[in-house]
């Protein structure tokens, strides 16, 4: 039985690391395990401690005994990876001797280098099948890499891999699952459900292995050149044999990871369901409640949170102005319908006209300008976080990766909240999503939605293209900008008129004050802001 990266502590456990007694009881529930694992063999992820060291570390348990620790060799520090900060590397390779097979362990990265462990296993260590426990975050490329990598090192190696991916969200971070088993061709014979717990029981067989390396020249020189840089790994007979009876347990039919994933956008919508149901579950909150404006955003996160929560656990704040548009109204009160979530109209226009009433002394004019547009922002968002406060309600915010990108969002208004589903989403790809939603659960978000002009309505007739480029030039400026780290005679190369590329990118720079203070949302893009794109607020560089 095997169990991903870091099961005991879950991942990333970040500063937890720092402190002994959060160390010292991960090892204590491993001793539990330890005394309830008989005749099964368990390979477990925790944290080991060694005199003043820890490392991220993978324990064989069997007949109540911790046979072996493997420590992991590769420490990513990139991305959303701090692992250099807390553990030691690990350095000793072993073999396990399992019912007459040879396997090898390794950790996560330590399977994406070529001559790294894997390597060593299989051709020092004549290993037949690898087992990989992993904790890899997802991103919307992640499926496709890490399976090239997994193939990689199966047909380079000649050998079998079972790789093991932790699944569920933590803080920012989800963990799609995707665990699978590649035989020594590449192909993948079994995975598990995306996206969902899983347990994959099947009955590999090894022989293939020896066959293919017998074959294959490149290995048997291989293995010539390395037997001496290296000596021969420490193996370890855990005398285990297989019992009579227990053969062809599996189905022999490969399951393709299109079964469970129609499209990108599908795949999308599974990781932003998983990613809020597990913040708000983890956090010990039950409901959550979400500002309807009628508008894209907000029927995306309540489609989000119905599904990830169930409809009697959604409610919804609905919160007209003086600006607000019938129509807008009415599609907020129809998603609502819709989703069978409950909602309470709460008008704004008296307390907006108090607001300037009691502010009359500070305003240099009577015009419309920014600072009577975030004032009713922030009035909705005072009602928001009175109706969480007063029901114990988490508040989800709205904010695509668009907006925030470039600050088109109010400090204390809009972007208050808890978590922030889809914020690292580009708005391009909202429209994707809900319109895949509606294909495949009959409009659910109303038609009229998805066909108006986006606008924050704080102002007569305000648009969203008033202040910013069409979200079909933004986004892909903003993903050259944020995630190819491009500069602005690159992007400008790519077709794109450099005073709008200028605009962006200042707006980019600029609000990184506001991101800095926004709740935490899905990473969903291979670059999100956070964890993954670090910059300093104060800062006199300006791209050229």
């Known amino acids: 039985m095997i169990f991903p990266e870091l099961s005991i502590t ?35 992820g925790f944290v080991n401690k060694e005199h003043e060291s820890i490392y991220n570390s993978a324990a064989v348990i069997y007949n109540n005994q911790i046979k072996s620790i493997y420590n992991k060799q590769f420490l990513p520090n990139y991305s959303v990876f701090d692992e250099e900060r807390y553990f030691k590397k690990g350095s000793v390779n072993y073999i ?3 019912a007459g097979i040879f396997i090898g362990i390794s950790i ?57 991916n932790l699944v569920g969200g933590q803080d920012e971070l989800v963990f ?18 995306p996206f969902k ?50 053969r ?12 469970y994933v129609s499209c990108i956008e599908d795949e999308i919508l599974q990781a932003l369901i998983l990613g809020t149901s597990d913040y708000v579950k983890k956090n ?49 009160k129809e998603l609502s319908d819709n989703l069978g979530i409950g909602y309470t109209t709460i008008p704004i226009s008296d307390i907006y006209n108090s607001y300037l009433e009691n502010l009359k002394s500070i305003f240099r004019s009577n015009k419309i300008n920014t600072t009577r547009e975030n004032i009713q922002a922030r009035i909705r968002g005072n009602i928001v976080m009175a109706a969480a406060n007063e029901n114990n309600w988490l508040v989800l915010s709205t904010g695509n990766k668009s907006e925030i990108s470039v600050g088109y969002c109010t400090l204390y208004g809009d972007m208050v909240g808890g978590f922030s589903p889809i914020k690292d989403v580009y708005k391009t790809m909202v429209y994707r999503i809900c319109k895949f939603i509606n294909k495949k659960y009959s409009d659910i978000i109303p038609k009229n939605t998805l066909t108006k002009a986006p606008s924050a309505e704080l102002k007569p007739n305000q648009k969203d293209e008033d202040r910013l480029p069409p979200y079909k030039i933004l986004d892909p400026i903003l993903k050259a900008y944020i995630e ?46 956070g964890k993954d794109r670090r910059y300093p607020i104060t800062n006199n560089f300006k791209s050229h």
């Not at 799609?176 to 061709?185: A, C, M, Q, R, V």
């Not at 347990?249 to 299109?258: C, F, G």
């Open 484 to 529: 190819d780290d491009l500069d602005y005679h690159s992007i400008v190369k790519k077709g794109f008129e450099g005073k709008t590329v200028r605009e962006v990118t200042s707006m980019v720079d600029f609000n990184e004050y506001k991101r800095r203070q926004g709740s935490p949302g899905i990473k969903i893009t291979p670059r999100a802001f």
């Open 197 to 246: 717990e899983d347990a994959l029981i099947y009955d590999l067989d090894t022989v293939g292995v020896t066959s293919a390396r017998l074959k294959d020249t490149k290995i048997k020189n291989q293995k010539t050149k390395m037997n001496k840089d290296y000596s021969p790994l420490p193996v370890i007979d855990l005398k285990y044999h297989q019992k009579k009876g227990s």
């Open 108 to 164: 996560c990265e330590d399977i994406y280098y070529s001559s790294g462990p894997t390597k060593i296993q299989s051709i020092i260590g004549s290993a037949e099948l690898i087992i990989n426990i992993s904790a890899s975050p997802y991103h919307t490329k992640k499926i496709k890499e890490r399976e090239k990598i997994l193939f990689t090192r199966a047909v380079e190696n000649r050998v079998n891999i079972a790789y093991v």
């Open 10 to 44: 879950g991942y990333p456990p970040e500063d937890l690391l720092l402190k002994t007694d959060f160390v010292n009881e991960n090892i204590e529930y491993l001793h539990k395990l330890q005394k309830i694992t008989t005749d099964i063999i368990a390979v477990i």
């Open 248 to 259: 062809n347990i599996h189905d022999k039919i490969p399951v393709k990871y299109n079964r």
């Open 176 to 193: 799609d699952g995707n665990s699978l088993i590649i035989n020594e061709k590449g192909d993948i014979l079994r995975r598990t459900k």
């Open 96 to 98: 396990y001797k399992i």
């Open 284 to 332: 010990r909150f039950e409901k959550v409640v979400i500002a309807l404006s009628g508008g894209i955003d907000s029927a995306l996160t309540a489609v989000i949170a119905v599904f990830a929560l169930g409809k009697e656990n959604v409610s919804g704040i609905i919160m007209p102005s003086i600006y607000s548009s019938r129509e807008s109204i009415n599609d907020a």
